[in-house]
Each structure stands twice: as C-alpha cells, then as structure tokens.
C-alpha cells in the first residue's frame, strides 16, 4: 500500500532530529576542540558550551526551516511516497 508524507510537525521533528544530530555534532565539535587546543595551548570550557549550544539552536532553527518547505512543497507537488506493508507473524 503506497502513501504519501504530507505533512511534518516541524517543533516535533526539530526536537526529535536535533538529538540525532547533536550525537553526529559532539565528537565533531570535539575534535576542533582538540585541534585549538594543541594549536593554541588552551581551550576555555565556555568556547565548548558556547559551541555545542549555538550548534544545537541553530540546528533546530534550520531543522524548522526544512519542515516547513518540504511541506510547502509536499502540499504542492506531493509528498515523500512510502510503502507500507503487514510485517511477517512471529511463530
């Protein structure tokens, strides 16, 4: 049975995704850490925090962003076409 994603939560999903994004984002972040680090001798722990937060809101801003134009296109050209069919009984 075929269907079509026409519509996205966007405050939901941008929560939801920014979890899975921060968990990419941290070791990322981390590793810049490092290199400042090693290239300047030191690293304040709020040039961290600083980082991981602004790396989160703005992840969430832009994550709202895209929910909102994938549904404007999807209400206009269609939506992500899925397949669903019955999973297989467990014996």
């Not at 979890?19 to 972040?29: A, G, K």
């Not at 994550?63 to 009984?89: K, M, Q, T």
Request: charged share 10%; proline share 3%; with cysteine.
């Amino acid at each position: 049975m075929k269907k079509q994603i026409s519509f996205i939560a966007p405050g939901q999903t941008a929560k939801a995704l920014i979890l899975v994004y921060l968990t990419f984002s941290v070791p990322i972040v981390l590793i810049g850490v490092l290199v400042a680090f090693f290239r300047f001798g030191s690293v304040e722990v709020s040039t961290i925090t600083t980082a991981l937060l602004l790396n989160a809101i703005l992840g969430f801003i832009l994550l709202w962003i895209a929910c909102h134009a994938y549904n404007w296109v999807a209400s206009r050209f269609g939506g992500i076409e899925i397949v669903l069919s019955d999973a297989p009984e467990e014996a």
